[in-house]
């Protein structure tokens, strides 16, 4: 796609996530004040629970499906791999659910109502079988959104219509697992239509999930314990603390979100233009990118700073207005996160640099760990909070030193001049030479 087109697709697909605000502008303040503190952040733990099963169960699927989707030049091609992704996802879910079910009741918080942490369970298994990446690496990009956007619908209209107290947390589980599950007979419905029935099949499985294995020890290390902070937080601290953190890290959630939608238009773009040796197209698109998600990490992290003490407490109400503070120690991780999406997704993955992502992840992630078990039990959401940012500081690190190394750094704009010049400083040598995108 030209500059133009993919502008508008990019308009569109963030038109998409503009419904996803109006649906939470709905539903946040209505959990806040019909649940009250205590079993909201029960739900937000079942929430994060459901986030750690997708992750699990996805397996690093997405991008690798994503990937060789975008290289695929037959439905013939895109039905093999449509067939042997949706088999690797059936055949973990079995773990996932062992892992969910296990989760639930090893919690003090889920364990007193498991239904909600099994409902969580299942929600995860549903939404990893979803079909955005097959959609998305054959450049149908807004399929996916006109769904999401069905799935808010009829979510939204069971919510409002169930929930009425504290005693009705089960049904926003509920809620979103009969959404989930209409969603997902949409999707299935029009690839198979596009590409024909999907094949179950374990021929492949073992190869896809070593071939996905890098990719999963990067999500596993960053992705899946940020997912899990809330879950956690019910092992370390008190219900209350949940809460606040729970309700900060939704608006954090939502804020992380909006990288998304443009990564879905960039990475499968930049990885048909390097699939068809358009190495200048893939460096323009990527810089392109990268002053997208970077001003975009700068911008939410004044916004939250300056707007949380006077957001969080209109919208949730005054009991929550801790939040405001959690989610201020929040916003010093966005510039951090979005430097960490550019790079992982922008960068690696469109030129299969797996296994450093995965090395990355799995040291921020013990970073991440460790610092949430010191600081967590002692500060309760503020310690989680910053917990999260020193993971994502560090994960930044890790990736700009490998860019460094692999000669990469001349894909973000004015980084060759300024690596130039903290060499000049500190009187190391000035290496030549651009980008390498083999």
């Not at 205590?38 to 690093?60: C, K, P, T």
């Not at 099994?118 to 097959?134: C, D, F, R």
């Not at 939704?250 to 990475?267: D, E, H, K, N, Y």
């Not at 390097?274 to 992290?301: F, H, P, S």
Request: hydrophobic share 55%.
């Amino acid at each position: 796609m030209d500059r133009r087109a993919s502008a508008n697709v990019i308009a569109f697909m963030y038109g998409g996530y503009l419904m996803r605000y109006v649906y939470l502008i709905i539903v946040v303040p209505f959990y806040g004040r019909v649940l009250g503190v205590a079993e909201y952040g029960r739900v937000l733990a079942s929430m994060s629970l459901m986030n750690v099963i997708w992750m699990l169960v996805s397996f690093g699927f997405t991008f690798v499906g994503m990937r060789e989707v975008s290289k695929a030049h037959s439905a013939q091609e895109c039905n093999a791999i449509y067939s042997l992704h949706v088999s690797a996802r059936l055949i973990l879910a079995v773990l996932g659910a062992a892992i969910g079910i296990i989760a639930t009741y090893s919690s003090p918080v889920l364990s007193e109502r498991p239904l909600i942490g099994l409902l969580a369970t299942l929600l995860g298994i549903v939404s990893a079988l979803n079909l955005g990446w097959l959609f998305q690496g054959r450049h149908h990009f807004r399929t996916p959104i006109m769904i999401e956007v069905f799935g808010f619908a009829v979510s939204l209209v069971l919510v409002l219509s169930l929930v009425r107290g504290p005693e009705d947390s089960v049904w926003v589980l509920a809620s979103l697992l009969i959404a989930g599950i209409a969603s997902t007979i949409i999707s299935y419905g029009l690839a198979t239509r596009q590409l024909g029935w999907p094949r179950f099949t374990f021929s492949g499985v073992v190869p896809l999930v070593r071939n996905s294995t890098m990719l999963f020890c990067y999500s596993s290390g960053s992705v899946v314990l940020t997912a899990s902070s809330t879950y956690l937080l019910t092992l370390l601290s008190t219900p209350a603390q949940v809460g606040y953190f729970g309700a900060a890290e939704r608006f954090a959630t939502i804020g992380l979100s909006l990288m998304s939608p443009a990564g879905q238009v960039f990475i499968p773009t930049i990885t048909r233009q390097l699939a068809q040796g358009d190495k200048e197209g893939a460096r323009t698109t990527t810089r392109r990118g990268a002053m997208l998600l970077l001003g975009y990490g700068l911008l939410v992290l004044c916004g939250a700073l300056a707007l949380s003490p006077f957001v969080l407490p209109l919208i949730l109400g005054a009991e929550f207005e801790p939040s405001a503070h959690v989610l201020q120690t929040f916003a010093w991780m966005f510039p951090f996160a979005a430097f960490n999406e550019l790079i992982a997704f922008y960068v690696f993955v469109p030129r299969k640099k797996d296994k450093v992502l995965a090395i990355a992840g799995l040291a921020s992630g013990l970073v991440n760990l460790v610092a949430a078990l010191v600081l967590a039990p002692r500060f309760g959401a503020m310690g989680m909070a910053s917990a999260r940012v020193i993971g994502e500081a560090a994960l930044s690190a890790a990736l700009l030193g490998v860019m460094i190394r692999l000669e990469l750094v001349g894909l973000l704009p004015g980084a060759e001049r300024a690596l130039a010049r903290v060499r000049v400083v500190c009187g190391l040598r000035t290496q030549a030479g651009g980008a390498k995108d083999d």
